[in-house]
């Protein structure tokens, strides 16, 4: 058995050298190559961090925390995906401080905007189950299944739902581009950062929101229609009028 396996060994081996291997990445050797190089990665890094900068000044004083937020009739909470048809932990950590503005009487209403571009994909229902769980009527709780990114939830908001100010929930390394958005979008924005843990996660969305900021300061510019708009939908305003009752 060993023989073979030997064999079978130096067969493969003989495989792996005969593979065409792509070249290695060279670095340049001189020191004026060296320099160029360095100022090239200098500039790519402060062209990175330029945009979402950007919305941390555009955003300014219009973001705190639950005690600090504005009453306002209206919260945006926006999508943070599903485990299993449930939200994931950072999505239920924005849900809490959804109902955490209801019960103080910040909001009246809750709208939730996610993604349900597939039947077994639905962020929305599952954000109003948790919210309901969680003390929230029903009829206070208003569903945009076309939120795809935070641009496209920002603008149906206001075309398609009407709000026109509105608190808006999500963590603290996403929400100054979703104050940016909104604002971009012709909604007065107020931004409530969830706190989370320093853990992988929040690193992921850290560098992850480096990326997203980019394409969302073109969003902000030149503002695009959503990937989908459809009609206007009253169920921001049938939830404020059934409250008032």
Not at 81 to 104: F, I, K, M, S, V
Not at 155 to 172: E, H, T
Request: aromatic fraction near 8%; charge should be positive.
């Amino acid at each position: 058995m060993r023989g073979k396996s030997g064999e079978r060994g130096k067969r493969l081996g003989r495989r792996l050298k005969e593979v065409r291997w792509p070249a290695r990445l060279r670095l340049p050797r001189t020191r004026r190559g060296q320099r160029r190089l360095v100022q090239g990665l200098m500039v790519a890094c402060v062209l990175a961090l330029v945009p979402a900068t950007w919305m941390r000044l555009e955003a300014g004083d219009r973001v705190g925390t639950v005690a600090e937020a504005p009453v306002r009739e209206v919260a945006v909470v926006f999508g943070a995906g599903l485990w299993n048809g449930r939200p994931t932990p950072y999505l239920a950590h924005r849900l809490d401080t959804a109902a955490e503005l209801y019960r103080t009487g910040k909001v009246k209403v809750v709208l939730v905007t996610g993604d349900n571009s597939r039947v077994e994909y639905d962020e929305p229902d599952a954000m109003r189950t948790y919210l309901t769980g969680r003390g929230v009527p029903d009829e206070r709780i208003v569903s945009d299944y076309a939120g795809f990114d935070s641009w496209d939830s920002c603008v149906r908001a206001k075309k398609i739902f009407g709000v026109d100010r509105a608190v808006l929930v999500s963590q603290g390394f996403h929400i100054h581009r979703a104050v940016t958005l909104c604002r971009s979008a012709g909604i007065d924005a107020y931004g409530v950062g969830v706190d989370e843990p320093r853990d992988s996660v929040w690193y992921y969305g850290g560098v992850r929101e480096l990326a997203a900021s980019g394409k969302a300061a073109l969003d902000a510019v030149f503002r695009p229609d959503p990937r989908f708009l459809g009609p206007e939908e009253r169920g921001v305003a049938e939830a404020l009028a059934a409250g008032a009752r």
